[in-house]
């Protein structure tokens, strides 16, 4: 059978907001039974965009990281009683008659998806757009509404869905938690892993030093490489935070030069200037 899942870019999510505000529109001071009661006007985010700088001055990136409920396969909010259950097509819904005043719901979500409508005395959060769904809509008004694409709402069978992970390196964010997520991101590692960059130039010329190999290794062994631009800066990216990497660059006619870094976050080196290797020698 196939079901809903939802797949988010992080390469292409520029924190436009766009998302969330649909769902602000959609939502907010609408009733949606048997599915949802109204939004209230503040403190809910049922899609959640977190951002963070990775790197420091002057190679910087930004990422983002837009969180709604996953829609987990194994998840933890599920009730016996019904107040949270999951339908066959993969979505999962808070009753908000059933849950009325089961504010201890609010806690069973690892991803903090679920919020608290003090005003209904009602847990809520995203419904998938369950209620357009079954007017005919293809997909939620988040991911209609996003500029970049980087929303793709999908319905697919198990092995459908299967073949995209493994043809587009689709992740579960935070795995360790074992729910299941039927929301799965693409180019995760702009959020979960870090990277190393810096400026290279030659000492000689004070020329940029396009085009010089940048190795990173482990233990002596190279687990990355990247290339000095032709705006003398690299980065190596998908690197594991917490790790400790010696970062090699090398140019035809140049010492070497090695570093040592430690990432515990994604860390922009000092300006490396390149040795000739003759005037090395002959000090
Ligand atoms: S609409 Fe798209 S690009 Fe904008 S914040 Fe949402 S996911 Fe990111
Ligand atoms: S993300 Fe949280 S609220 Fe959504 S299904 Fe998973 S456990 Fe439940």
Not at 50 to 75: F, N, R, S, T, W
Not at 107 to 118: K, Q
Not at 255 to 266: E, F, G, N, Y
Request: glycine share 8%; with cysteine; hydrophobic share 40%.
């Amino acid at each position: 059978m196939k079901k809903w899942n939802l797949i988010i870019d992080v390469a292409l999510c520029h924190d436009c907001n766009n998302c969330f505000l649909a769902d602000k529109d959609e939502f907010v001071g609408n009733d949606f039974p048997p599915y949802s009661l109204a939004q209230p006007w503040s403190g809910h985010r049922w899609m959640n965009i977190e951002g963070k700088e990775k790197g420091q001055y002057p190679i910087v990136q930004v990422a983002y990281l837009p969180i709604p409920c996953m829609h987990c396969d194994d998840a933890p909010c599920l009730t016996a009683d019904g107040a949270v259950y999951k339908r066959a097509d993969g979505l999962v819904i808070i009753d908000p008659e059933k849950a009325k005043g089961r504010d201890d719901i609010v806690d069973t979500c690892p991803y903090g998806a679920i919020y608290w409508n003090e005003e209904a005395r009602v847990p809520q959060k995203c419904t998938g757009c369950v209620h357009l769904l079954e007017d005919g809509w293809k997909e939620t008004r988040c991911s209609q509404v996003c500029p970049t694409g980087a929303l793709t709402f999908v319905l697919a069978d198990d092995a459908e869905m299967a073949e995209r992970v493994a043809a587009e390196g689709l992740e579960a964010f935070r795995p360790e938690l074992g729910t299941k997520p039927r929301v799965l991101y693409k180019n995760l590692h702009r959020w979960t892993k870090v990277f190393v960059a810096g400026s290279a130039a030659f000492a000689d010329t004070d020329e940029c030093a396009e085009g010089a190999e940048v190795t990173v290794n482990k233990a002596g062994i190279p687990v990355a490489e990247g290339r000095v631009n032709n705006y003398g800066e690299f980065a190596v990216e998908k690197l594991e935070p917490g790790e400790t990497y010696d970062v090699v660059i090398e140019a035809a006619g140049y010492r070497p030069h090695s570093a040592t870094v430690t990432l515990d976050q994604s860390v922009t080196m000092d300006l490396v200037l390149l040795q000739k290797a003759e005037e090395h020698s002959l000090a």
